[in-house]
């Protein structure tokens, strides 16, 4: 089975357990910057979510996420993995995902949320959903193409990014729905 690109490309498409994706991309990330790996605090759902995509494009989008979030957060990260319907983790509650991520799951997505806290202003945020959309103003100082390049592959997926900013705790999330 393949799945092609917006150019017409066919990239292989695997069925393997979200997990493995995520662990393969926190691992390179712990190396790259020298984690002890309890900076990444990963939360699983009681089953695995199995998902049929490009692995290699999902690793790197996810990659990119968690390069994101451990570069510019406050130095702790938590991966929530999210299952189609309401296969999601003990203790996550409606109230912790936005409307936007409960109806891609309930229509068969899966999901891997991102979160931190990294003392965001309302500045911060627009800076942020400009960088995500690609569109940063000529005064923005853009940190390194990981949000882009998130968003590039998760298009590439046929999957979205769902942005979250609570500005009463300073908490990022960003969820990736494949």
């Not at 393949?2 to 066919?10: E, F, K, T």
């Not at 309890?38 to 494009?57: C, T």
Request: proline share 4%; net charge negative; aromatic share 6%.
């Amino acid at each position: 089975m393949c799945a092609s690109d917006l150019r017409g490309v066919q990239h292989p498409t695997e069925t393997v357990p979200l997990s493995t994706l995520l662990q393969s991309s926190i691992r390179s990330l712990v190396r790259d910057y020298d984690l002890e790996g309890d900076e990444i605090n990963v939360v699983v759902p009681p089953r695995d979510p199995l998902l049929a995509v490009d692995a290699s494009s999902a690793r790197l989008a996810l990659g990119q996420l968690l390069h994101n979030a451990v570069t510019s957060g406050s130095g702790w990260v938590e991966v929530t993995l999210l299952g189609q319907g309401r296969n999601w983790p003990t203790g996550v509650e409606e109230a912790d995902l936005s409307s936007a991520v409960r109806q891609a799951l309930s229509r068969g997505f899966v999901g891997v949320s991102i979160r931190n806290t990294a003392s965001l202003t309302r500045k911060d945020e627009a800076y942020i959903r400009r960088v995500l959309l690609g569109r940063a103003d000529d005064d923005d100082e853009v940190r390194g193409l990981g949000l882009p390049l998130a968003r590039l592959f998760t298009a590439l997926l046929g999957g979205q990014i769902i942005f979250q900013w609570r500005s009463s705790t300073s908490e990022v999330t960003f969820t990736l729905l494949l």
